[in-house]
C-alpha cells in the first residue's frame, strides 16, 4: 500500500531534482512495513522534504527551511494528491 502512494509521486514532475531518485531508492530498498513505519517518523523524500503519515489525519509534507522561508508550495500539492488517493 505505502508503495503505491509513493508511486503517485513518480508520476508527477514536481521539479524537485532529488526527489525522482531518492523515492526510486526507497521503493527498491524496503518492503511496505519498513516504508510505512518510516512515514510515522518522517520519510524524506528529497533533500529538504519529508513526509508524514498520521492516522485519521493522512499525510502531511515538510521542508526543512520552513521556519526560514515558509511552507513549499510544492509540499502543499504532494499533501492534496496523497490525500485525494487515500480518500478515494
Partial sequence: ??????QILLERDYREPTMPKTIKTLL????????????????KIS????LYY???????????NAHIIGHKPVCN??????????NS
Wanted: contains cysteine; aromatic residues 10%; charged residues 30%.
Fill in 47 to 50: 533533500d529538504d522534504i519529508t
Fill in 1 to 6: 500500500m505505502v508503495k503505491e502512494y509513493l
Fill in 28 to 43: 527498491e530498498t524496503f518492503d511496505d512495513d519498513q516504508l510505512g513505519y518510516m512515514l510515522h517518523t518522517g520519510l
Fill in 77 to 86: 500539492v504532494i499533501e492534496k494528491t496523497l490525500n485525494n488517493k487515500l
Fill in 54 to 64: 498520521f492516522e485519521g489525519q493522512g499525510f502531511r509534507c515538510s521542508n526543512e
